[in-house]
């Protein structure tokens, strides 16, 4: 298993550039199901989510090449709907598949995805969407099997905005009969990402980015090329490294509009950032202030850089309170943050971080994708080495984390343990 190694207190300049968004790709992946044919997707990130899923479409019968992040993927023979276990509980976006392979094949077989690192994740909304659409749905032995003639446009009002269960839900309805209404939807861009793709592919989705979407069902679609938006999380997360260790920092092929929460709390806590339509400079010009934060559904504050607010706030002036809304128990990285000297006491979903002047490096191990990323921005800027073991979480969704850092200026390796 590889660690990472990291020689901290290094100062940051130049230009990284972002990647394609993780959440966005997966979801597209999963569409090019609801079409037989050759689909041609850029700006794919080279992640292991991405292969899992990969691992997953070819289970279905799908063929794929990927390579310098254009992924080609031919569905002509998909033709087995089922998701295993051993590949759903690796990667819950695999419960994706539900929605689209039920809407083309009529039947569908995926294992539920059960817990994950930090609690109970349910998927009782993506069950009662593809209800409401007229699925007979079944429990089997740790399986949802669904079945369907054709699915039914239908009305739907999710009690939360969940992202999960509003891509499900969209990806059935473009091919049921009738008109679709999904109220209280996702919002966020990789959620109207994958509508782009789906109406390139000849889809009638309207409200795209709104809390309403409208479906009107469509007989049949097909293959596109398409090309996927930048990472919100990973640009965030190398805003975060440039408040901490940087002097200036430009993110090239970022999307400033999808991150105006995190620019907005950057910058009372004493950054500097400016924008184009495209890229974000990050400036670091002063101390680090405390600043609360609470996660919200977009455009609120992504609960997807939590974790890393909350490394910054541990080298901060004061005091801050950080409130997780969406997920009330994602709070595995406090006890690693400890480990650097950081001072966090949690109540329930809430955690108080008083800054310190400095953090010193120590052996932490990785438990989710965030919560690594955290653990990689307190070893930047902690005294001495940090060991983070366990990195396939962060390989799960950061492409070529430690060769960006270290072409800003990091002192960062990957050793194997
Ligand atoms: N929820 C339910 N029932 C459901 C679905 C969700 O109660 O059927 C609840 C969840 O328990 C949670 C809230 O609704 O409290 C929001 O969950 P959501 O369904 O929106 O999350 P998700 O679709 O499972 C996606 C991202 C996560 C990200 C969340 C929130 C993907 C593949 N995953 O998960 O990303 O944290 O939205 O924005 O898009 C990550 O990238 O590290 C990651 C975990």
């Known amino acids: 298993m590889d660690k990472l190694v990291i020689n901290g207190q290094k100062i940051l300049n130049g230009i990284v550039e972002i990647s394609g968004a993780k959440n966005a790709v997966l979801p597209v992946m999963v569409a090019t199901l609801l079409a037989p044919g050759k689909y041609r997707i850029s700006r794919v990130p ?32 998909a033709s087995n709907p089922e998701a295993p276990y051993d590949l759903v509980k690796t990667m819950r976006a695999s419960f994706y598949v539900l929605g689209p ?26 069950i009662s969407a593809l209800e409401a659409m007229g699925a007979e749905i079944e429990l089997d032995e740790g399986y949802v099997i669904a079945t369907a003639d054709r699915l039914k446009g239908a009305k739907i009002t999710f009690d939360f905005p969940s992202v999960g269960a509003t891509g499900n839900a969209v990806m059935a309805a473009v091919l049921a009969d009738g008109e679709t209404v999904i109220q209280n939807a996702a919002c966020e861009p990789e959620i109207s990402c994958l509508c782009d793709f789906l109406n390139a592919m000849g889809a009638k989705i309207s409200g795209i980015g709104s809390e309403k979407l409208t479906i009107e069902g469509v007989d049949q679609l097909n293959p596109v090329n398409f090309e996927i938006i930048p990472d919100r999380i990973e640009a965030a ?12 920092i430009t993110l090239k092929g970022a999307n400033p509009d999808h991150l105006t929460a995190v620019i907005d709390k950057l910058q009372k806590s004493g950054q500097e950032i400016t924008t184009t339509e495209d890229s974000i400079t990050i400036t670091k ?3 680090i202030k405390s600043i609360d934060m609470t996660t919200a559904v977009y455009p609120g504050f992504p609960t997807d850089v939590q974790a890393q607010w909350m490394a910054l706030m541990t080298v901060s002036d004061g005091t801050s309170i950080i409130t997780d809304t969406v997920y009330h128990d994602r709070f595995t990285h406090v006890s690693e943050l400890s480990r650097f000297g950081a001072w966090i006491t949690m109540k329930d979903n809430v955690a108080v971080v008083s800054g310190r002047k400095r953090l010193k ?14 653990l990689i921005l307190a070893g930047l800027a902690a005294q001495d080495r940090t ?19 270290k072409g800003l200026g990091a002192d960062i390796r990957r050793e194997s343990e």
């Open 46 to 77: 080279d992640l292991r989510d991405t292969h899992t899923m990969l691992r997953l479409l070819e289970m279905i019968g799908a063929t794929s090449s990927f390579e310098n992040n254009e992924l080609l993927i031919d569905t002509t023979k």
């Open 101 to 126: 392979l039920t809407a083309r094949f009529g039947y569908a077989k995926v294992s539920l995805p059960g817990g994950c690192a930090w609690g109970p994740r349910p998927v009782n909304f993506h």
């Open 237 to 248: 997360t190398f805003l975060i490294a440039g408040a901490m260790v940087g002097d200036n």
């Open 285 to 287: 010009v002063d101390q």
């Open 361 to 374: 490096g120590a052996p932490v191990m990785s438990t989710d994708i965030r919560a690594s990323a955290s």
């Open 387 to 405: 060991d983070i073991s366990r990195i396939y979480h962060i390989d799960r969704g950061y492409e070529r984390i430690e060769e960006k850092l």
